[in-house]
């Protein structure tokens, strides 16, 4: 049967692209809002839903650190999207004929260095895909858009330029969520843990709690803090460790955690993908 895949962004964005790979026989729905997109997993209309976590040149999306511990939905996948910008524009159209380029701030900045040796006017827009829709939807033969491959197959454009990003290992990090815990199996290749938790206000806690880890042979891959509710007083972190929550090391270090927290909650423990 055929599985319904939500994720944020129009038809042809890099989040669609990364729903592809993972789920390639199966539909992408497209949702405004990473909000909307955890809805859609939430009320059953789709069966997973896929969402960046990271990217490898801006860092996290802070988004969906506050969204994901609150939605009930468990991580039960992830996937490395290499990022590849390219240049797209009307079918027939050169690189002499484009005189403007549309796409969302970010891809733009990511494409300083091609934009500048060619001149080309930079338009901000709500997104890639979106700036790739609207070019093919116009008559103009100077106007292009930076977008993925997808989008413009999606649109029908050429691909007048491919690669035009300054870095060439710029990767965002996908995660696949479910509202089932689904985890991976144990013993059966690389798997990680990913859970949030607050420290208890008391001297060390943090340091006592990373060394539960370090004293059980755990690997910790990613530690990030954000703050809650606005608050400076109360922050919380979000980890992923290499292991399985039911392996003796990984419960260990678990339960040592949760002596200098008051509040903890694993997120799912999925098979690692190879970058």
């Known amino acids: 049967m055929t599985k319904i895949i939500a994720f944020q962004g129009e038809k042809g964005a890099f989040s669609h692209a990364s729903v592809d790979a993972l789920f390639p026989n199966d539909e992408a729905l497209a949702c405004e809002t990473f909000e909307d997109s955890i809805i859609a997993v939430q009320s059953g209309k789709a069966d997973f839903?896929?969402?960046?976590?990271?990217?490898?040149?801006?860092?996290?999306?802070?988004?969906?650190?506050?969204?994901?511990?609150?939605?009930?939905?468990?991580?039960?996948?992830?996937?490395?999207?290499?990022?590849?910008?390219?240049?797209?524009?009307?079918?027939?159209?050169?690189?002499?004929?484009?005189?403007?380029?549309?796409?969302?701030?970010?891809?733009?900045?990511?494409?300083?260095?091609?934009?500048?040796?060619?001149?080309?006017?930079?338009i901000n827009a709500a997104d890639t895909a979106g700036s790739a829709r609207?070019?093919?939807?116009?008559?103009?033969?100077?106007?292009?858009?930076?977008?993925?491959?997808?989008?413009?197959?999606?649109?029908?454009?050429?691909?007048?330029?491919?690669?035009?990003?300054?870095?060439?290992?710029?990767?965002?990090?996908?995660?696949?969520?479910?509202?089932?815990?689904?985890?991976?199996?144990?013993?059966?290749?690389?798997?990680?843990?990913?859970?949030?938790?607050?420290?208890?206000?008391?001297?060390?806690?943090?340091?006592?709690?990373?060394?539960?880890?370090?004293?059980?042979?755990?690997?910790?891959?990613k530690l990030e803090s954000y703050m809650v509710d606005g608050s400076f007083t109360a922050t919380q972190f979000y980890a992923d460790i290499e292991g399985h929550r039911g392996d003796k090391s990984v419960k260990l270090a678990f339960e040592e955690l949760e002596f200098f927290t008051d509040y903890f909650q694993i997120l799912g423990t999925y098979k690692a993908e190879k970058i």
């Not at 039960?76 to 380029?101: C, F, Q, R, T, W």
Request: hydrophobic share 40%.
């Open 49 to 122: 839903g896929v969402v960046p976590i990271e990217n490898s040149l801006y860092g996290r999306i802070a988004d969906i650190h506050h969204l994901l511990p609150q939605s009930g939905l468990f991580i039960v996948g992830e996937h490395y999207l290499p990022i590849a910008m390219n240049l797209l524009g009307k079918k027939g159209a050169s690189l002499n004929d484009i005189k403007s380029v549309q796409s969302l701030s970010v891809a733009l900045g990511q494409c300083r260095k091609f934009i500048s040796q060619h001149n080309l006017k930079r």
């Open 134 to 221: 609207y070019v093919s939807e116009q008559s103009d033969m100077s106007l292009g858009a930076i977008a993925s491959a997808l989008a413009a197959k999606i649109y029908g454009l050429d691909i007048i330029k491919q690669n035009i990003e300054d870095e060439s290992h710029n990767t965002t990090r996908f995660l696949v969520l479910s509202k089932q815990n689904i985890a991976a199996k144990q013993n059966d290749g690389l798997v990680k843990t990913s859970f949030v938790f607050r420290v208890r206000n008391v001297p060390a806690a943090l340091y006592k709690v990373m060394g539960g880890f370090a004293t059980n042979g755990v690997n910790m891959t």
